[in-house]
C-alpha cells in the first residue's frame, strides 16, 4: 500500500507542475505533429516539418501514379 501512495502522490505532483505551466503561460502540451505510420489527420497549428514532408512524398507519388 505504500508503493501505491507514494506513486499516487508522485504522479499528483507531476501533474499540479504541468498544470501550473501552462497557466503560468508557457506553451501548451501537445502531441507530436508527424508521429507513426497512421494516416491521422494532424492537429497542430503550424505543421512540422516531418509532417510537412510527409505530404509532399504522398503527393509527389500520387501524382507520379496519375501521369
Known amino acids: 500500500m505504500t508503493y501505491f501512495l507514494v506513486t499516487f502522490v ?5 501533474i499540479t507542475i504541468m498544470a501550473v505551466g501552462v497557466i503560468f503561460g508557457r506553451r ?6 508527424g508521429g507513426g505510420m ?13 509532417r510537412k514532408k510527409l505530404e509532399a512524398a504522398a503527393l509527389q507519388a500520387k501524382t507520379s501514379i496519375e501521369v
Not at 497512421?38 to 516531418?50: G, L, T
Request: net charge positive; with cysteine; glycine share 4%.
Open 10 to 14: 508522485l504522479m499528483l505532483v507531476v
Open 38 to 50: 497512421s494516416k491521422a489527420e494532424c492537429v497542430c497549428v503550424e505543421k512540422c516539418d516531418k
Open 28 to 33: 501548451a502540451i501537445k502531441g507530436s505533429c
